[in-house]
């Protein structure tokens, strides 16, 4: 083994004690084995601490964090800077990876200089199963929608380059955020078709819980992140008049007034996907 791992595994954990076992073990299993795995406990009030003491020490590729709660984008961050692997994998801590995950996506990183990220076959299962369906990467549709899941490998130079997770998408969709930020200028993705990623579905999934009003202001957050890239796929709602009207208004204060991103297609525009909507 290499003294120095090539890889590094970040698993945030908040009340996951039931979970956190089979995630830790599922990294301990993988074929590939130069790696670390650092598990940052973010203020856990249940038996997540009593669970990872009771493995940190039976291999001495795991380390140990705890902080005050301060949300996955901070804890995320922190763990990541105190990894030493030329590649990053987050991995949440109910969810799972097959054995061969990280030899199958270094082999792409490896094998690419200019690859950003590698992604993997994923499957659902818990309170559903089924395969979410593998497609070309487009900037212009990763803008429109997420299409990477956090558990894909990436490179630890892409996230100092961009200061990693934005903490302004704290209440949801930081990793949707993060893959534009390194992707958006020339990024590649691959897909290695023989690993799989195993995403828990679980009722109290934070996307899961996310309200429709919640959805548009985090999504209207993503277009203020990335407004000069955006603008070369949608039109800007900053232009409109009704969203100047409104700007400065008590309801847009509080988070009354929503809005959805208007699609462009590639270098047209054929259609609106959603039209801006108002409370």
Known sequence: MNSKPSVSIIIPCYNDQKYLLKTINCVISQTFTCWECIIINDGSSDQTEHVILQIINKDNRLKYIYQENKGVCIARNNAIKTSVGEYVLCLDANDLI?????????????????????????????????????VSYDLGVLLAENQLVITSLFRRSDFDKV?????????????????????????????????????????????????????????????????????????????????????????????????????KVKFWIVFLKEKIIFK
């Open 98 to 134: 097959s054995e061969n995950f990280l030899e199958e996506t270094v082999k792409l990183l490896d094998s690419n200089d200019d690859l950003t990220v590698a992604s993997s076959v994923v499957k659902f299962f818990g309170r559903s199963s089924g395969i979410l369906n593998v």
């Open 163 to 263: 200061g990693g997770f934005n903490l302004n998408m704290k209440e949801g969709f930081e990793d949707w955020d993060f893959w534009i930020s390194i992707l958006k200028t020339n990024g590649i993705v691959a897909c290695a078709t023989k690993a799989t990623f195993y995403y828990r579905l679980l009722n109290t999934s934070r996307n899961n819980q996310i309200s429709r009003e919640k959805e548009r202001r985090l999504r209207m957050q993503i277009w203020e992140n990335h407004k000069e890239l955006f603008s070369k796929y949608f039109v800007d709602p900053t232009t409109n008049f009704e969203y100047k009207r409104f700007a400065n208004s008590v309801e847009y204060k509080i988070g009354q007034i929503v809005m959805n991103p208007i699609r």
